[in-house]
């Protein structure tokens, strides 16, 4: 029976499965957010969620992922994960590696999105506004105490949109990420999803079964990082350097696989 959910059906059955499971992941982590605190597993309630959809999703979509570098991942350890975005199948795909005690920065329309809102609002996700400039230096800054207070850490997509899927390419990465890792004193770690446009692209109405490689790159240390503009600069270029190069190494050409 599995195996005809996952081999059957094209790109609308695999778009509204998709988003059907993350609409009950997303009402189980509501549930999660307000009863693991009472058992004192706050730390879970991401990590549980994107979890769950990975599995579920990938069940009836037939996506799953291969991960390499899992061991740069410590979830003791207080990190900004900055991983590259090309569409919404990234949020099933983050599952496969999210780490526990995580909590995730999203654009603040999010916040207003039923079932996925109220449970990152309840499971206090750190919501930016990209249109104020300030009012975004200013949810870095307070995520950044968050992060050195709590001791957890932060996943965010650095390039603040979603990129081009038929490019084997980065974006510009933006400097909150990367203020926020140099404010808490805490290292980056660089996730980087290859390019899977063979599997999915909404444009080409295309969603198919397939495995898509995750390469975890090793911490970029950020203690000796000033807090200004061109060190953060400079320290933004590099992380997006070393993930354009893994992206590279673990993305086949995509004019190849999409014939």
Known sequence: MSALYRKRGGFYYRTT?????????ALYGVIASLTLPIIGKTRLINWSVARSYYYIGGYFTGITAAVEGS???DPDRPTVYVCNHQSTLDIMLLGSVYPKAT???AKKAIKYYPFLGWY???SKAIFLDRKNHNSAIKTARQAA???????TSVWIFPEGTRGHPSKIDLLQFKKGPFYMAVQAGVPVVPVVMENYNHVYCSK????????VRIKVLPPVDTT??????????????????MMLDALKEISTSVDRKTQ
């Open 204 to 211: 080409a109405k295309r969603f198919n079964p397939g495995t």
């Open 103 to 105: 909590s995730m920065v």
């Open 120 to 122: 990152m609002t309840l």
């Open 17 to 25: 499965a998709a988003y059907a499971c993350l609409a009950v992941c």
């Open 145 to 151: 105490e968050a992060i050195q207070k709590n001791q």
């Open 71 to 73: 061991e740069h991942m």
């Open 224 to 241: 000796d990082v000033a807090e200004n503009s061109e060190s953060i600069d400079k320290l933004a270029n590099r992380v997006r350097d």
